[in-house]
């Protein structure tokens, strides 16, 4: 039998597609839990994740208002705190940029992990399919991040990791309701001085990568602060 696998996906607005990609994860790993936060999508939306909730071993929790991705992550993150004593999650975007092998592969590189643990799944960002905004935005916060804190973070805003119990449990108060909250994971895990792993991930744009929430100069700034912030 395989060893359970906890996924919690932040989702604004998702197409019609997020659910077959929502069966298919379970098809493919019938051995995982997912917990997916609606954070305030719009009314057209409820269908989706009424049809999604209606998957097995699937739970959808809502926020009535938009409140950033930082605090859908945080609601997840209570949810799986408050639900399971152990183990560890993986986190993925919900617009199909992260295959089902990679959300797998990653989730099974913590099974048997003791330690604090950061896992990121990192993108090749020299493939000339990457858009110059997502290839732009997390060259700035690579750069500025590794003059920082001198420690070289390949892909800062992948949106595919691995987290361990116990360091979930020290994030789950820091700062940013956003795309920040994400950087300052990463500064914890630095502090720390966890363990952090990178592994190479498929890298899949569609339609431009234009459904993407991400605001390439506005969050890039948001994100830049936090790393100078003390």
Do not use: W
């Amino acid at each position: 039998m395989n060893e359970k696998i906890i996924v919690l996906i932040p989702s604004l607005n998702p197409e019609k597609e997020f659910i077959n990609y929502i069966k298919n994860l379970i098809k493919a790993y019938p051995n995982m839990d997912i917990i997916i936060v609606n954070d305030g999508s719009s009314n057209e939306k409820d269908a989706i994740f009424k049809e999604i909730s209606k998957i097995k071993n699937t739970k959808v929790l809502t926020h009535e208002t938009n409140k950033g991705k930082g605090e859908a992550l945080k609601t997840g993150f209570k949810y799986f705190l408050d639900n399971y004593k152990k183990g560890s999650l993986v986190t993925a975007d919900s617009d199909g940029q992260h295959s089902i092998e990679d959300i797998i592969n990653i989730g099974i590189s913590l099974i048997n992990e003791k330690e604090k643990t950061l896992v990121i799944g990192t993108r090749d960002f020299t493939l000339k399919e990457v858009p110059f905004r997502s290839k732009l935005g997390n060259n700035i916060t690579s750069f500025i991040f590794e003059k920082r804190f001198k420690r070289h973070i390949t892909d800062t805003q992948s949106g595919l990791r691995g987290l361990t119990y116990d360091f979930i449990k020290d994030i789950i108060n820091l700062n940013g309701s956003h795309f920040e909250y994400e950087i300052n994971i990463l500064k914890e895990a630095v502090k720390q001085k966890i363990n952090i792993k990178e592994i190479k991930i498929k890298t899949l744009y569609f339609n431009n990568n234009k459904t993407s929430n991400y605001k390439t100069i506005k969050d890039s700034i948001k994100i830049c602060k936090e790393i100078f912030r003390k």
